[in-house]
């Protein structure tokens, strides 16, 4: 088969060093908060001119799939995601892991990470003409439902009151909107500072509000350790099999959500792994707590994250266009080293595409084992470490990786504010994470809502142009069903307990 | 006039290109001393992108060159503003440079308001490469060529949707001068990036788009057609593909990159950069490497950057001012 040649080709003791000293890099850089995978394939970028180009590639690859697995780990462990794409993470794995199954939660992320990997590799290699072409059918209209879609998530995210849970949200899009527009050249809220004309810097931005709070509240509690029992030692690998076996419903929807997504420009990672979460959450059965340590929580996170990977790369090779924000420096790599993009990519340089393909498919493999590992290792090592050092570390690599992706003390000012007004605001009961998400989609909803306007008008439909379109039409179903389905069940669960109550009499 | 000067310009580039591969002695000399380490060149876009790309061909010649790493920062955020407002903070020692687009910076302080800089304000010391713009239609649009195209357009005023990178940027400027020079009217729609622009128009939910040949190089711009290059001559790497004003449409807009440096850099650090800047562009290689990528590298030396600049400046105001109103 021709396949087992590419995978020969990928299995050169050359290329499995390489995929390991990616894998280990990206961990590394992807489980500090603050750094993110579109920095740390930046950052690996010069090392790959002297590489022959598909190993360049293999090694962009592996550091951006370890990267993106690295963040589940301060995600679960600390409650701070490592990077954008496991925002979703930290919502049922620092539960688990405060309940003793921090090890569990680990394994789960890995398993659920390596799936996700192969599913978007085989995605690439399977299907990537056709399925970048349906990426293409995504319009204005529909990435402004898109956004809204996701929006919705906010009603889930703050349970305890919808209303400050809205008003985070609100403030998250206000804040998207400082500096200059895109479709109107307006330059808002920048209080004459140059250093907003472009606008608040998305990473900085969410590691302040996810992230500091958690260092202030490490500091403001009294425990000399971060309290998490452990409820069994060792890796709990057959637990957390089993676990994403059951879960495997969720897992094959949040890969199939992590394909969707990755190949929509503009979206990426953190947006997949949020779209999935909410999904698993609306379809959720009632044994199935999301937010207190739900296991399929971090299935569906790290499940679809890891799968854009692949799947981001479906429009960047065949189309040119980057489908996740790190997909743009492995664009960069493959124009450097000449490379042809494109249907031609497949046709002429196929060998390129499957070696590359073979060399992913290793590296999410052999994630299994060093991701495993080395998580476990970190684990131990968080709980050992006194919060006296622990919280310095965090505060201090928190603020390095603020300062590092764009050398900028600004963004470090800003994560600090925002991080500092989240606390605050936190304790008065407004939750952080709808601010994220406000500052993810406001920006896709409101470019999608003018382009798809400017559109309707000139050619006289606007109507047609947000409401006629399939596609359209079914993400406002999916819309209307997040929105309406909770009454429903509670309603269904209200008439239950009303059929049950007579017996009691 | 204005066409004419960067035509001179060109000829006195090819020229220096030319002697350069002859007597190279002009620089050297002070290359010795710059750089003994390494140099950042902050880029306002992010990666990826042709800004991005285009400093990463210096990156690579720049360590074969001068032995030391050529950093690039991106620093995206509001089309390049972000950048552009903070590049006079920089030491002005030639280890911190910033990337300059030509003509974004004559038209974005004009077209948005509060961008925190101002034309004067930009300092570069060399013009390295320029990219023309193209304007391209999906692949499975009927119309076939530029005639059509206007007359699209000419039969349903402001309906025609044309996408474009951004408002006040230099696909906006194209849009414009094209509208002007055919003397008809269509919806410009912008987008946020130069990936997003052209994946609208694969996708058929714009009519048209300008967009850069960069895209269409190696093998891209599947699913899009290249109508006409917005070129003052037929690019090599596109031999069939007429030029807007050789189709009786007087117009062309390119987009030019420069090194720019702060303000405070003294005269003779000024020319030091330059001239090393000038050595990575003459390195074999790097011109037919970025020819393929799409760029048409084309070099102002430091002597002539002020003039070249002015032009660019006279060309575009205007344009800036009619694209505000």
Redesign the interface.
């Known amino acids: 088969m021709a396949f087992m040649e590419y995978a020969l080709a990928a299995l050169s003791l050359h290329h499995l060093l390489v995929v390991t000293v990616g894998i280990v890099v990206g961990i590394a850089l992807g489980a500090m908060p603050g750094l993110s995978s579109?920095f740390a394939c930046?950052v690996m970028?010069?090392l790959t001119?002297t590489m022959p180009p598909v190993t360049a590639l293999i090694f962009l690859g592996s550091v951006y799939m370890a990267s993106t697995y690295g963040g589940s780990l301060s995600a679960i462990l600390l409650n701070t995601p490592g990077t954008p794409q496991s925002i979703a993470t930290t919502l049922d794995g620092f539960p688990m892991a405060k309940a003793g199954d921090g090890n569990l939660a680990l394994s789960l992320a890995c398993v659920a990470s390596v799936v996700g990997g192969l599913v978007g590799v085989l995605a690439l290699v399977a299907i990537a003409p056709p399925l970048a072409?349906m990426?293409?059918?995504?319009?204005?209209a529909e990435f402004f439902w898109l956004a809204i879609f996701g929006l919705t998530m906010i009603a889930s995210l703050s349970e305890a009151n919808l209303i400050k849970g809205l008003l985070s949200g609100l403030l998250g899009v206000l804040l998207s909107m400082v500096?200059?527009?895109?479709?109107?050249?307006?330059?808002r809220f920048?209080f004459?500072l140059?250093?907003l004309?472009?606008?608040v810097?998305i990473v900085p931005a969410t590691i302040g509000l996810l992230c500091v709070p958690v260092v202030i509240d490490m500091v403001a509690t009294k425990a000399q350790h971060m309290s998490m029992p452990l409820a069994r030692s060792g890796f709990r690998l057959r637990e957390a099999l089993a676990l994403c076996w059951r879960g495997r419903v969720n897992l094959g929807r949040s890969s199939l959500i992590g394909i969707f997504v990755g190949i929509l420009?503009?979206a990426g990672g953190a947006i997949a792994s949020l779209v999935a979460y909410t999904a698993a959450l609306r379809s959720a059965r009632p044994n199935e707590r999301y937010g207190e340590g739900e296991p399929n929580g971090i299935i569906a996170s790290e499940s679809a994250n890891n799968t854009t990977v692949g799947s981001g790369l479906v429009?960047t090779f065949?189309?040119?266009?980057?489908g996740t924000?790190p997909?743009?420096?492995i664009?960069?790599a493959m124009?450097?080293h000449?490379?042809?993009?494109?249907?031609?990519?497949f046709v002429?340089q196929g060998d390129i595409v499957f070696t590359f393909a073979a060399g992913m498919t290793i590296a999410s493999l052999l994630m299994l084992p060093i991701g495993l590992a080395i998580g476990q290792y970190i684990y131990a090592a968080i709980i050992r470490t006194p919060k006296t050092v622990l919280a310095p570390l965090i505060a201090l690599s928190t603020l390095l990786g603020g300062f590092a992706i764009?050398?900028?003390y600004v963004d470090v000012v800003v994560m600090l504010v925002l991080g500092i007004t989240a606390w605050i605001i936190g304790r008065l009961g407004f939750p952080a994470a709808p601010i994220v998400l406000g500052l993810l989609l406001g920006?896709i909803a409101e470019?999608g809502y003018s382009?798809a306007m400017?559109?309707g008008?000139?050619?006289?439909n606007v109507t047609g142009m947000f409401f006629g379109r399939p596609l359209s039409q079914l993400i406002i179903a999916c819309i209307v069903v997040a929105l309406v389905l909770p009454y429903v069940f509670k309603w269904l669960v209200a008439k239950e307990v009303r059929s049950h109550a007579p017996a009691k009499h | 006039m204005i066409r004419s000067a960067p035509a001179t310009a060109r000829i006195v580039a090819f020229a220096g290109a030319l002697a350069a591969a002859t007597f190279m002695s002009h620089a050297p000399a002070l290359a010795s001393e710059y750089p003994t380490r390494a140099v950042?060149l902050t880029v306002g876009f992010?990666?990826?992108?042709p800004s991005?790309?285009s400093a990463?061909?210096l990156?690579?010649y720049f360590?074969e060159v001068t032995g030391q790493?050529l950093i690039?920062?991106?620093?995206?955020?509001?089309?390049g503003?972000?950048s552009w407002?903070?590049m006079n903070q920089a030491a002005p020692d030639g280890y911190e440079l910033t990337l300059v687009s030509l003509p974004h910076v004559v038209l974005q302080p004009v077209?948005?308001?509060?961008?925190?800089?101002t034309f004067e304000d930009i300092n570069s010391v060399l013009i390295y490469t320029s990219v023309p713009q193209v304007l391209a239609v999906p692949a499975n649009s009927p119309i076939q060529t530029l005639e059509e195209f206007v007359a699209a357009a000419q039969a349903a005023p402001?309906?025609?949707?044309v996408g474009g990178t951004?408002?006040?940027g230099s696909n906006h400027s194209a849009w414009h001068l094209f509208n002007e020079a055919a003397g008809i009217n269509t919806?410009y729609?912008?987008?946020?990036d130069t990936?997003?622009n052209?994946?609208?128009l694969?996708?058929?939910?714009?009519a048209a788009a300008w967009t850069w040949t960069t895209?269409f190089a190696?093998?891209?711009?599947?699913?899009m057609r290249m109508l006409a290059v917005a070129a003052q001559e037929r690019l090599d790497l596109f031999p069939d593909l007429p030029t807007v004003m050789e189709l009786g449409i007087d117009m062309y807009d390119e987009a030019w990159w420069a090194i720019g440096v702060p303000e405070a850099m003294p005269e003779d650090v000024r020319r030091t950069v330059s001239a090393v800047f000038l050595e990575v562009m003459q390195e074999p290689g790097i011109a037919q490497?970025m020819i393929?990528?799409g760029y048409v590298p084309f070099v102002v030396e430091f002597d002539e950057v002020a003039r070249v600049k002015g032009e660019i400046r006279d060309k575009y105001l205007p344009v800036a001012q009619a694209l505000v109103e």
């Open positions: 579109t930046a970028l010069p001119f072409r990426a293409l059918s995504f319009g204005p500096g200059i527009a895109v479709v109107s050249a307006d330059t920048t004459d140059p250093a004309v472009g606008g810097p420009p503009a429009p065949v189309l040119g266009i980057p924000p997909d743009a420096v664009l960069a124009l450097i000449g490379l042809q993009i494109g249907p031609a990519l002429q764009q050398n900028s920006p470019r382009q400017m559109i008008q000139a050619t006289g | 950042t992010g990666p990826g992108g991005d790309i990463r061909f990156q690579r360590k790493d690039i920062q991106n620093l995206p955020g509001g089309g503003a972000r407002s903070q077209a948005a308001s509060g961008v925190g800089y402001g309906a025609v949707t951004g408002v006040g919806a729609i912008p987008f946020a990936a997003t052209n994946a609208a694969q996708g058929g939910h714009i895209q190696k093998g891209g711009g599947d699913g490497d393929e990528a």
